[in-house]
């Protein structure tokens, strides 16, 4: 069945208008890819989803799991099983990974371990994304690599098991190494949570080894196309100029 659906949502900034109707609906268990140039609004949405309070809902819904979460708090959200990635986690000198997992796991149904048991079941994870358990013993965020972020990231979603996630890579330049880090832990996700997926990309190496149901596009705000896995490599060989010019002669 469909886990989110948003409809006509409209967001602004002070008194800036940045995202004009959106609509979007994602079934369960799908992975979706959301594309677009600059400034289009992805991460606006992404955060506007989420219930960032920097932006004003001046209209339109956000029903997630049959429940209209379009006024609650982030928190709210994501307990209801709502997630999205950050880019820069915080630095906090002196406080190991490990801590700051079990404070993001602490409350949540089923991941209420002791000691000893949330450092098996979290050194577990590690293996599973191939990680060594030792990056649990680093202080967080503190000279983090991008790599490094994306394994938090990672280890945060497969921790968390979020009924959906939006993972928002725009500004991050990934490596070969970081690239693996999310594949494999988007495999993970899909597979052993039954995970839904946004994916906010313009890296479509990142793709290359995502099963993708539905690509969409937006421009200046808006949702302008929407399609089929195929539509990546089209995107890839011809830019979003099309869809500019489309959105364009629309407006
Ligand atoms: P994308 O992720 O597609 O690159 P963004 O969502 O980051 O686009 O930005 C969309 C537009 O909204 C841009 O013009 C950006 O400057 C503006 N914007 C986003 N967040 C804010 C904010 N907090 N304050 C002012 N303008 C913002
Ligand atoms: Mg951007
Ligand atoms: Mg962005």
Known sequence: GELLRV?????????KEILHGID??????????????????KSTLGHVVMGDPTYNV?????VFNGQDVTTLSPDKRSH???????????EIP???????LRAAAAGREGLNLKGKQFRKHTQELCEELDFDPAYLDRELGVGFSGGEKKKLEMLQLLLLKPKLAILDETDSGLDVDALSVVSRGIDAYRHT????????????????????????????????H????SLIEKIDTE?????????????
């Open 193 to 224: 949570c039954d995970g839904t997926l946004i994916i906010i990309t313009h890296n479509t190496r990142i793709l290359e080894r995502v099963d993708v149901d539905r690509v969409h596009v937006m421009v200046k705000g808006r949702m302008v």
């Open 24 to 41: 979007l609906s994602v079934a369960q268990g799908e992975t979706h890819v959301l594309m677009g140039p600059n400034g289009a609004g």
């Open 7 to 15: 409809s006509g949502l409209t967001a602004s900034v002070d008194e």
């Open 226 to 229: 929407e399609g089929p896995a």
């Open 58 to 62: 001046t209209a339109g819904s956000i």
């Open 80 to 90: 209801a099983g709502m997630f999205l990635s950050f880019q820069a986690p915080v």
């Open 94 to 100: 002196g406080v190991p990974l490990s801590s700051f």
């Open 239 to 251: 830019g979003f100029e099309q869809f500019e010019q489309a959105a364009q002669a629309a407006q």
